[in-house]
């Protein structure tokens, strides 16, 4: 114990599975099995009536399936009867030719020599059927009959021979002892490997001789009720050990871990720890493979119910590294070690990781700025917020209440509307920030008169941006447009008398 600890870790517990020398909680009552430990199939046929008849149509597979002590007896039953008959007809017919009484007339010619009663006639039988031979009885050329029951003997008799014996050898020559040294772990585990949920199994090889293209499958069987309110007893159903990747074909020279993997696809697949104990089903193995040194198929099965799965179990090693050889510890075969495993099923895992994961949480501020519902744009591009020191005068306020509004409101998606507070002339807002080195305070607003039509017009920050870097070129000459004087060098020049002057007043 103390070398397998410091093979495995102190984490790693021993179970012993041997139910004869572990104590163990008080065991669920016995329930009937489908198919036994030893692979025997626990179904009886019943009320057959009239399909009797089709055992002795397929009379040589029948003799076959009897017990040995069936065939035994069948085999002596119809060597000793055949002899009986056989030995009384030619009792019969040296009765009826009269040769009984003259048995030591050497002057007399019978159908068989030194036949004179039952007995002598049974050790000619004898002697003709197994070609002994002795010399002392024989047939004479003067008993047609008895040439005819000679051939009809060595007809029969190579038929029965033919019949009993090659029963007998099939019977022996069967690979179901075969299958005894094929051997399955007494329980079956269910852990993780490769991050995955798995039920695993064990099986091995006894013999040096090789199973030849050995394959294994394994069937679950368990009553249940169709959404049609059908009940189907010991339904069965296939249980995936690696038919699609080619892993149910077994190397079988060292004992092997067949896997299941618990999927979606899999009927285990809402099974937790818990719901194990309330389940009933039973899990059937089946090797199948060739017999190396006969060639003869050999099939060898297994069963585990649910009290033989050990949740949150591993098999120990069995496999060792001596000196020119592996070598295989059968000991350890059937024994386990607990190992952590998650309690929950596999649906139960996938619905859990499949919830949203909560969103960032927004801070007050991002929240504020979010809210604004108003921007200020000037006409280089620049994002102007609402400030305190970026708010019109108190004059140009009191001005647009009266007249209009000078606001520019601009949106992420569609562009606004631009409206002029003096005789309804679109204004460019621009920001004075730009104009710092010209001595201007950075909080005025400096307007500018637009030379465009009446109507409404409407821009995005882009186009206010390419106006900027591209300026209007100047008029054609014709009649003029522009509703204002021509402008002068500075731009205050542009601006109505009570623009300029309150504009001078700061």
């Known amino acids: ?72 007896l069948i085999f002596l039953l119809t060597y000793t009867v055949a002899w009986l008959i056989m030995a009384s007809m030619w009792w019969i017919i040296a009765y009826i030719r009269g040769d009984l009484g003259h048995g030591h007339d050497d002057s007399y010619t019978p159908c068989v020599a030194n036949v004179y ?42 038929i029965v021979d033919a019949f009993l014996i090659g029963c007998m050898f099939i019977k022996m020559s069967q690979p179901k002892k075969r299958a005894e040294t094929l051997m399955f772990s007494q329980d079956a585990v269910i852990s993780q490997r490769d991050g995955k949920l798995c039920l695993m199994f064990r099986v091995g090889n006894l013999r040096n001789s090789h199973m030849v293209s050995a394959q294994i499958r394994c069937k679950l069987i368990k009553s249940r009720q169709t959404p049609e309110g059908e009940f189907l007893p010991l339904d069965q159903r296939e249980l995936d050990v690696g ?40 899990i059937v193995v089946i090797l199948e493979g060739i017999v190396e040194t006969t060639g003869m198929t050999c099939q060898a099965r297994t069963s585990y119910t649910e009290d033989e799965v050990l949740w949150g179990h591993r098999f120990l090693p069995v496999m060792s590294l001596e000196e020119g ?100 002339l679109l204004l460019r807002v621009q920001r004075l920030g730009s104009l710092v080195g010209q001595g201007e305070s950075e909080n005025q607003l400096q307007l500018k008169p637009l030379k465009m039509g009446s109507e409404a017009h409407t821009r995005s920050a882009g186009e206010l941006e390419h106006h900027r870097l591209f300026p209007i070129p100047a008029p054609v000459p014709g009649p003029s447009l522009n509703l204002l004087p021509a402008s002068s060098g500075r731009p205050e020049d542009n601006l109505p008398p009570k623009l300029r002057r309150m504009n001078a007043d700061h």
């Open 1 to 72: 114990m103390s070398a397998i600890r410091r093979k495995f870790g102190e984490d790693y517990q021993v179970v012993n599975t041997n139910r004869a020398m572990s104590f163990s909680a008080p065991a669920k009552r016995k329930r009937q099995r489908f198919v036994e430990k030893n692979g025997r199939c626990n179904v009886q046929h019943g009320n057959l009536g009239g399909e009797t008849s089709r055992y002795i149509s397929d009379l040589f597979t029948t003799l076959v399936d009897l017990k040995w002590r069936w065939n035994l």
């Open 117 to 158: 009663n039952f007995p002598s006639a049974f050790l000619f039988f004898i002697e003709t059927e197994a070609t002994i031979g002795y010399g002392y009885r024989y047939i004479t050329e003067k008993c047609p009959e008895g040439i005819i029951l000679f051939l009809f003997q060595s007809l029969l008799g190579s």
């Open 325 to 424: 050889f592996f070598r295989v510890d059968y000991s350890q075969f059937h024994n386990t070690f607990e190992v952590t495993t998650p309690p929950y099923s596999v649906k139960e895992q996938d619905e859990k990781s499949s919830l949203p994961s909560p969103g960032p949480v927004l801070s007050p501020m991002l929240l504020d700025v979010r809210s604004r519902k108003e921007r200020i744009f000037s006409f280089d591009g620049i994002l102007l917020t609402e400030e305190p020191g970026s708010k019109l005068p108190s004059k140009l306020r009191r001005m647009t209440s009266k007249n209009g509004k000078v606001v520019l409101k601009t949106g992420s998606a569609q562009p606004t509307e631009k409206a002029s507070s003096t005789g309804d």
């Open 243 to 282: 038919f699609g990747t080619g892993a149910d074909q077994l190397f079988l020279v060292s004992p092997l871990t067949i896997c299941h993997e618990i999927n979606s696809n899999s009927p285990f697949f809402d099974l937790s720890q818990r719901s194990l104990m309330n389940e009933q089903f039973e």
